[in-house]
């Protein structure tokens, strides 16, 4: 079965600092793996998606995220925050062995960003 | 453009009364899902319809129906059987030849039962 864990329900940075948000899978499969966005009240965006080309995705609004395999990780990074990037965040995984249009979402971090 | 809307942004009703959700994409994509967010939670799957005139129950499907009539519209009606109908309702589609899995989002409707 599939799973995904955020480890921090809430982070906060100063803006111009480094982003990290944190998320541990677990899968059956060769897992597809994503990060969404979302702002307060809105939509979820794509950020990213992982389907085993290259470890490092890049996506959008300079958010990249590293697929690393031994540790069962797909943590989201970016370099410098912006005020812009306060909203909450989701790591998802491909159910796979489930239901067929069926996406298992992590708890989401809200990430805050200070001036 | 294009993209997914759903109306209205808020809605309120009393329990016990059924109450329709409407989503509409204008993305030519063929599978469509409903969704239910509550705080502090991942989103957790309603329903989903990969073509016109076929849907299935996702994991939390009672309570809820849906129709695929049009490619273009999947409306999700929470019944009065559903027991906490109160949370932020998002709608998704999805084109197979990019991944059923790539998942885009309208902006959702808050629904409030008191």
């Known amino acids: 079965a599939q799973s995904v864990t955020q480890l921090d329900s809430h982070v906060s940075v100063s803006e111009g600092t480094p982003v990290l948000l944190r998320c541990n899978y677990s899968s059956s499969y060769s897992p597809s793996l994503f990060w969404y966005v979302q702002h307060p009240n809105k939509g979820l965006q794509l950020l990213l998606k992982y389907t085993s080309a290259a470890t490092l995705v890049k996506g959008i609004n300079g958010f990249e995220a590293e697929f690393k395999k031994s540790e069962t990780s797909f943590h989201l990074t970016k370099p410098s925050a912006h005020m812009s990037d306060a909203a909450e965040y989701f790591c998802?995984?491909?159910?796979?062995?489930?239901?067929?249009?069926?996406?298992?979402f992590g708890k989401g971090t809200k990430l805050s960003v200070k001036p | 453009d294009g993209g997914i809307t759903q109306s209205p942004k808020y809605l309120f009703r009393k329990e016990g009364q059924n109450v329709t959700l409407s989503c509409e994409q204008n993305?030519?994509?063929?599978?469509m899902y409903w969704y239910r967010q509550d705080p502090g939670q991942g989103l957790r799957l309603i329903y989903y319809s990969q073509i016109v005139n076929d849907f299935q129950k996702g994991d939390i499907a009672e309570g809820y129906s849906v129709s695929r009539e049009k490619k273009e519209s999947f409306p999700l009606t929470v019944t009065s059987a559903q027991k906490n109908p109160t949370a932020f309702y998002l709608c998704?589609?999805?084109?197979?030849?990019?991944?059923?899995?790539?998942?885009?989002f309208g902006p959702g409707t808050r629904l409030t039962v008191t």
């Open positions: 998704a589609s999805s084109l197979p030849s990019t991944g059923w899995d790539e998942q885009y």
């Open positions: 998802v995984v491909a159910n796979y062995g489930g239901s067929q249009g069926n996406l298992i």
């Open positions: 993305l030519n994509h063929d599978a």
